[in-house]
């Protein structure tokens, strides 16, 4: 099990370095969030609303963000900056960023285009595309969204992962537990985006595993953020153009 006591000097109490610690800033931080994405889901039979994306990108993203931040502080006693694992430098993460980019969207291509000869189309993902031909229709609105996803959308998921991943690897550090929370926080992922309808859930997997691996291989924040960004700005404004 893990104690912290060996392996970081932030810790300001002992038992801010506890494997329970770990679990529980899991459990307040993590859980309540995804838990209601999941049941928000199944409750309402009705696709969310473009209305619906806004509040979550405007209130809930920064609430997630704020919470996961204050309780890397206070309950388990790191700085923000103990989220990035390894030493690293803006040039190379910015480097990262962009070929990470180029992964995603590849990676994205050949999953949705093999995935959508197995699967049929869904009533979720047509509704989807309809936010789409929504936000063509409002220049003001579609600048609007895309500076959200930077702001809150990107960094509020990719924040609450490698909280996660970070956690549950102090209190799993073996080879196997670390592949065990990868698998957990990508499923997770995947779950909470059902309402894209199945080929997107998959992928969304897909995607939380590639994110995850990285973050397992080079141990860096901000490049898993700007290249969540990207790419989900260029799939937004590649849908509105089409859409219009």
């Known amino acids: ?20 610690t770990q679990l529980l800033a899991v459990v307040i931080g993590v859980l309540p969030l995804y838990s209601s994405l999941i049941l928000l889901q199944l409750r309402h039979d009705e696709p969310i609303s473009l209305q619906g994306f806004i509040l979550y990108l405007s209130a809930i993203a ?29 040039s190379s993460d910015l480097r990262d960023a962009l070929v990470l980019s180029l992964v995603i969207i590849v ?12 699967l049929p189309d869904s009533p979720s993902n047509a509704a989807v595309r309809n936010l789409f031909v929504e936000l ?11 500076g959200l996803l930077l702001l809150l959308g990107a960094a509020s998921e ?8 970070s956690r549950l690897w102090k209190v799993w550090p073996s080879p196997t537990g670390k592949l065990v929370a990868v698998t957990i926080a990508a499923c997770l992922f995947g779950i909470i985006h059902l309402y894209q309808g199945p080929v997107s859930a998959i992928w969304k997997v897909i995607f939380g595993l590639l994110m995850a691996f990285y973050y397992l291989r080079f141990g860096r924040a901000v490049p898993l953020i700007l290249a969540h960004y990207l790419t989900n700005a260029l799939q937004v404004v590649v849908f509105a153009v089409m859409a219009r």
């Open 1 to 20: 099990m893990y104690s912290a006591q060996s392996e970081s000097s932030d810790l300001s109490k002992p038992w801010q370095g506890k494997a329970w």
């Open 62 to 90: 920064p609430l997630a963000i704020l919470i996961a931040l204050l309780l890397l502080r206070f309950l388990c006693g790191e700085n923000p900056r103990d989220l990035n694992l390894k030493p690293g430098k803006l």
């Open 107 to 118: 990676a994205n291509v050949v999953s949705t285009r093999f995935l959508s000869n197995l």
């Open 136 to 146: 063509a229709g409002n220049k003001g609105l579609l600048v609007l969204f895309v």
């Open 158 to 165: 990719e924040v609450i992962r490698v909280f996660l991943l």
